[in-house]
């Protein structure tokens, strides 16, 4: 599933090529997870310009110039393909044509990828948000009592950040996975607020470096630990897996345990 620097990059290369664009029509291929009807999509976006395309946590969000917002949500397998005047891809889940031919089409062979209008905000800060500062970690882990790699999937708490990056935060703030959030002590918080940062950092830049223009797929060739090809850690220690709430958790005995 695409996370959080794999949709940063997709939002700057799709700004590259639609931004200021008037959108002609939006058509819905495959309404299974749609709960907007293709009415109302069009009533809000049909004739409008596109203004901004920013990521939200784990959802990609058009805006345009009468502050309508057209979210949209890979899931799992979901991808996005620029095509000229006709869409030509298999298994379309949405198309947005602009008026000078250019076209979008959202993809998923397994019809889950969906698409909403004006989504809500869901409350919780994204993970490079100024909003998701020190304080506001230390506050929120002192509260729970859950595994900290259940936490940094809980949306609810931080958005963006999924199952791979998670182990690798985890590994390069020396945390496991196991750990109960409020037994961690602070200098260790400390220590993940900032590799939070890092690592989605990093990774955005690697993402970028290898394909420049990228809009859909995922380039995991640089992963600490998270990685079924990968025996060793950066470090030379071997990385074990194990479940974590019905996730395969990729980790080194170098992450201390707190409980």
């Known amino acids: 599933m695409p996370e ?3 949709l940063q990059a997709f939002s700057k290369n799709l700004s590259k090529k639609l931004l200021h664009k008037k959108l002609k029509t939006i058509t819905v291929e495959n309404a299974k997870k749609i709960t907007t009807s293709q009415a109302a999509l069009r009533k809000a976006l049909d004739g409008e310009k596109l203004e901004s395309i920013d990521r939200v946590g784990k959802t990609l969000q058009f805006r345009f110039a009468n502050d309508h917002v057209l979210g949209m949500h890979l899931m799992l397998h979901g991808k996005l393909y620029f095509f000229k005047d006709k869409n030509e891809e298999k298994y379309p889940i949405v198309t947005l044509l602009f008026e000078d031919g250019t076209g979008l089409v959202l993809t998923d062979f397994q019809g889950a990828a969906h698409i909403m209008l004006d989504p809500e ?11 998701f500062s020190l304080k506001y970690l230390e506050d929120l882990l002192s509260k729970k009592r859950v595994t900290i790699k ?3 999937l809980d949306q609810h708490n931080v958005q963006g950040i999924g199952n ?11 945390i496991s996975p196991f750990s109960v959030c409020n037994k961690i002590p602070a200098a260790a918080v400390k220590k993940l607020h900032k590799a939070i940062h890092d690592v989605l950092t990093r990774a955005e830049k690697n993402i970028l470096k290898s394909d420049p223009d990228i809009i859909n797929g995922e380039i995991r060739d640089f992963m600490l630990v998270h990685s079924k090809k990968l025996k060793e850690s950066p470090t030379g220690k071997p990385i ?8 395969t958790t990729y980790y080194t005995e170098e992450q201390e345990l707190f409980k």
Do not use: C, H, N
């Open 164 to 174: 791979a990056y998670a182990d690798d935060i985890l590994w390069e703030a020396r």
């Open 4 to 6: 959080l620097p794999d």
């Open 150 to 152: 259940q936490f940094l």
């Open 121 to 131: 905000d869901k409350g919780s800060p994204d993970a490079m948000d100024k909003a």
């Open 240 to 247: 074990e897996t194990s479940a974590v709430g019905g996730r």
